[in-house]
């Protein structure tokens, strides 16, 4: 993992910024800091983070316009800081492209697991990039999964995709025809088995789809609602 990567909080608490700093800089992190939405916003797309800490309740632009302008043009792993009454607004962040979410009061411990969690992905990618030699490679008639590359493409047009995004697509793919309950997905692809929140699940589901069918139908249509169950990756038998 990179202890060297440079990760963004924004959050209008300065208490909380300094306690996250603390903490993050400790493992060896580069700690830039937002206190608004705005300053936020301007400095993810003017500068390269490995990952942002995004507040929820922001003055002036929220976390969720914050996060959804921000996916027009980057796919920035981000994690959501939500107070326990925003339950609603949490799902609204997960559908404009949020990676994960933790709730306030929260422990710092925990945060810097999610980052370390989160940046190991994104650190694996990277690695994975700069090697040709592709092999790890799921395949079916409309959708291409480059695994080394950690590159989706459907139809011959690449699709981008967050890492909690690809990370779902990739589990369901590895298993054709496989049924997943969400509990299961939770504990699989978020690594949550005695929190989270089932419609974390479902919300990815349908921004997935969502990408895939801007490029291709056919392959927007492999990830199937098993109602009452849960979703699974179905391939036909020719």
């Known amino acids: 993992m990179d202890n060297n990567a440079k990760i963004l909080v924004v959050d209008d608490e300065d208490r909380i910024r300094r ?22 916003l301007e400095l993810a797309l003017e500068n390269y983070y490995e990952l942002i ?4 309740m922001l003055p002036g ?7 959804k302008q921000l996916r027009e043009s980057k796919e ?7 107070a326990k009454g925003e339950e609603s607004n949490r799902v609204e962040g997960f559908e404009v492209g949020t990676d994960d979410y933790i709730v306030k009061p929260f422990s710092p411990r925990e945060v810097v697991l999610r980052v370390k969690a989160l940046l190991r992905r994104s650190t694996t990618n990277k690695m994975a990039n700069t090697d040709n030699s592709s092999k790890d490679v799921i395949e079916f008639p409309h959708l291409y999964i480059d695994n080394d590359a950690h590159k989706v493409s459907a ?8 890492p909690k995004e690809y990370e779902l697509l990739h589990f369901l793919a590895k298993a054709p025809n496989k049924v997943f309950d ?21 919300t990815h589901v349908k921004r997935l789809r969502e990408k ?3 490029v291709s139908e056919d392959a927007a249509k492999m990830i199937v609602t098993v109602w009452g169950v849960g979703y699974k990756f179905e391939v036909a038998n020719d």
């Not at 800490?53 to 929820?56: A, E, G, I, P, S």
């Not at 632009?61 to 996060?67: A, H, K, Q, T």
């Open 19 to 40: 306690l996250i700093r603390m903490y993050l800089e400790r493992e060896g992190y580069e700690v830039h800091e937002a206190e608004d939405g705005e300053k936020g």
């Open 53 to 56: 800490l995004l507040d929820l």
């Open 61 to 67: 632009i929220d976390g969720v316009e914050v996060c």
């Open 76 to 82: 920035t792993p981000v994690i959501m800081l939500t």
């Open 155 to 162: 139809d011959g047009k690449d699709v981008g995709l967050t």
């Open 182 to 202: 969400r509990e299961q997905l939770l504990k699989e692809v978020w690594n949550y088995e005695f929190f989270g929140d089932l419609r974390t699940v479902d």
């Open 212 to 214: 895939l069918s801007k």
